[in-house]
DNA sequence: ATGCTATTTGGCAAAATAGCCATGCACTAT
DNA sequence: ATAGTGCATGGCTATTTTGCCAAATAGCAT
């Protein structure tokens, strides 16, 4: 592949990686409706508040979310509104998906 | 989180972790001018045919690329064309993050 | 200052992913 | 039948990602 190439590939690669995950993308989900503090949302994702912690700033650093301290939480929130809209097409895809299995299914005889 | 609702994003999750790789996303930029066969792919890569094969599968598998075998060779084409929007708003991304970068340097004094 | 709350960071082990090589399989051609 | 082409799969190692715990940091309250 081209060097150019390449790294433009690289720099959106990084982008949905920070989206391929399913704790991150109830985060992107959440903060899609209004801003949330770490707390609110360990609370959804039941994990740990470190673990929770990492996975905001794996999003922060792909400039997907902005942070916001105030007194003694940081708030978050959805930076770039339009990532919504590929969960659109994320839906289309599974239901194409369900679709077919569903041909398969029928074309076996259930 | 309620498993409900896990399951609903890790589905999720799978599709946009296939696309999650520069070499993957090339190939879905090909595809979406027009069908490939792995030979035509693996030469613009320029990584090894099985590595190659190998995430045409995960493409395949994750339902975004469909199949059809001519002869000796298999044609791969892209099956959820609304894939390509989801790159407009990634680009929007990054473009947000080189401004925001350039704001940096201009208040740092260069 | 001390303690309390909210969040991040470092460290580590387990799991997932990536890429190469060698091999297997299907089709074509001779 | 034999060889050649095009692609997929198994196996293996190196790298990356995940998630917990423990510890550090920052702000608020007393």
Redo the contacts with the bound molecule.
Sequence with gaps: MKHLLKTRYEARAKII?AL??P?RLLIIEELNQRER???EL?EMIG????????????LKNAGLIS?D?R?????YSLRVPCIMQFMGCVEEVLSVNAKKHNAILKCSGR
């Design positions: 990686k391929a995950h704790s503090c770490v707390g360990t994990a740990d508040v470190s673990t929770v912690s990492k996975h905001l700033s794996i942070d301290k007194g003694n939480s940081i708030f």
